[in-house]
């Protein structure tokens, strides 16, 4: 009987752990649970609050000048990419026009990119024609190009040119004959998904910068970091800081933003991450304050 009763205790005390046991699981999944539910809260309460901020405050140079009442935000939100916290999110903002857009994707813009970040001109002349045959209307082979025998027949693609000029979305890019490999790898970091126009010289990067401009790496590092620490920069400035007779033409730069944003917003709450991206056009409207072009969460 004395044995007995010592099994039936051991198989007692064997479910109660695993009860408890069970039941720390139990708490600590809802406590993940509570944790990824507060995050995307945040995240999505942070993009709003971000909506209102553009939508009522006023665009200068190089950043959003905050004019609401909304606390726990800075008095300037930087449109260079510049991390900032906001409560607990990480939000970063891109003016879109500090990169190279892709409807419709500029190639004059594009090849100047890959010719001043080391791509060889004959390689350069393959992607950029081959572009040019991907976004027309016709089945007409470029010298340099390639169009849908190449695609179908040559190298037995399972696509064909899109022949349109409105491509769906940068990493399309990647499809293109001469834009694999290093020549994407230098581009998709200078492209966003939004509408063409005038280059920003007040938000954009090195890179972007180099290229438009024509200057190498060391006198595009210099105009962003005189650029940066005064918030912004002037045609004489850029003239003289150039380091040689720069020629680029007012009809692609502008000194303003575009009021077309890149949001990127990452979340933590403890353990638990949400994350979430938007293109926002704060163009003045007479029915709407924005107008959100893409969302990806």
Same mark, same amino acid.
């Given at each position: 009987m004395l044995i007995i009763a010592l099994i039936?205790?051991?198989?007692a005390i064997s479910l109660a752990l695993f009860v408890v046991s069970l039941s720390r699981d139990l708490v600590a999944s809802s406590h993940m649970l509570l944790d990824k539910l507060q995050a995307r809260f945040d995240a999505e309460s942070t993009a709003e609050k971000i909506k209102y901020i553009?939508?009522?405050?006023r665009f200068a140079p190089g950043e959003i000048q905050n004019m609401s009442a909304i606390t726990g935000f800075p008095t300037q939100l930087s449109l260079r990419g510049t991390s900032f916290k906001a409560g607990n999110s990480d939000v970063e903002l891109i003016d879109?026009?500090?990169?190279f857009?892709?409807?419709p994707p500029q190639s004059e813009f594009l090849?100047?990119?890959?010719?001043?970040n080391g791509i060889a001109p004959q390689d350069v002349a393959i992607a950029i024609d081959s572009l040019l045959d991907?976004?027309?209307v016709d089945d007409l082979k470029?010298?340099?190009?390639?169009? !849908?025998?190449?695609?179908?027949?040559?190298?037995?693609?399972a696509y064909q040119p899109r022949n349109d000029r409105f491509m769906q979305t940068k990493e399309e890019l990647a499809l293109i004959r001469g834009f694999q490999g290093k020549s994407y790898d230098i581009l998709k970091d200078v492209i966003i998904d939004t509408h063409s126009g005038r280059i920003n010289i007040n938000t954009a990067g090195q890179k972007v910068l180099g290229s438009i401009l024509e200057v190498n790496d060391d006198n595009a590092k210099i105009i962003v970091d005189v650029r940066d620490k005064r918030g912004f920069i002037t045609i004489p400035e850029l003239t003289a800081m150039s380091g040689n007779n720069l020629t680029f033409s007012e009809d692609y730069i502008t000194f303003f933003p575009s009021r077309t944003v890149y949001? !990127?917003?990452h979340t933590t709450v403890n353990d638990a991450r949400d994350s979430l991206e938007m293109i926002v056009n704060f163009q003045y409207h007479k029915s709407k304050a924005f107008v959100v072009e893409k969302y990806t969460d």
């Open positions: 039936l205790m051991m198989i553009a939508a009522t405050g879109s026009a500090s990169r857009g892709l409807w090849k100047l990119v890959m010719l001043t991907w976004t027309d470029r010298l340099n190009g390639a169009e !849908k025998y190449y695609y179908r027949s040559d190298n037995s693609f949001i !990127k917003i």
